[in-house]
């Protein structure tokens, strides 16, 4: 069982950054694909990114791709989202989750709020 706990939301300006991470403990995490999701109030909840276990292939949908990178350190055992050039749309809450399986997240962490004003 894997456990994940994202920290680094906040308030931030529009143009600005925010670098959020996500400790995994409980499991292995080298064996994990770990990704990004956030979901705004009334919205669906949305993929924004997404690290393969090794670290080699990333992925992200246009809405972030060129302003949000997604890395990881497996010696530390998490994962990280750098956001840049932050936008108000991007206000969400941001979940981390892992999974084996190729596009299968069992494991969620519990969200971290990133506000972006205008």
């Known amino acids: 069982q894997v456990q994940l706990v994202e920290s680094g939301g906040g308030l931030v300006q529009a143009g600005g950054s925010l670098r959020l991470s996500c400790a995994a403990s409980?499991?292995?995490?080298?064996?994990?694909?770990m990704a990004w999701f956030r979901q705004a109030p009334g919205k669906e909840r949305e993929f924004v990114a997404r690290?393969?276990?090794?670290?080699?292939?990333?992925s992200y949908p246009d809405s972030v791709k060129g302003r949000f990178t997604i890395s990881r350190d497996n010696a530390k055992n998490t994962v990280y989202l750098q956001m840049n050039s932050l936008k108000p749309e991007d206000t969400a809450i941001y979940y981390c989750?892992?999974?084996?399986?190729?596009?299968?997240?069992?494991?969620w962490g519990q969200g971290t709020q990133v506000f972006v004003s205008s």
């Open positions: 409980g499991g292995t995490f080298s064996r994990y694909t």
């Open positions: 989750a892992a999974g084996i399986v190729a596009f299968e997240y069992p494991y």
């Open positions: 690290i393969t276990s090794s670290g080699r292939t990333t």
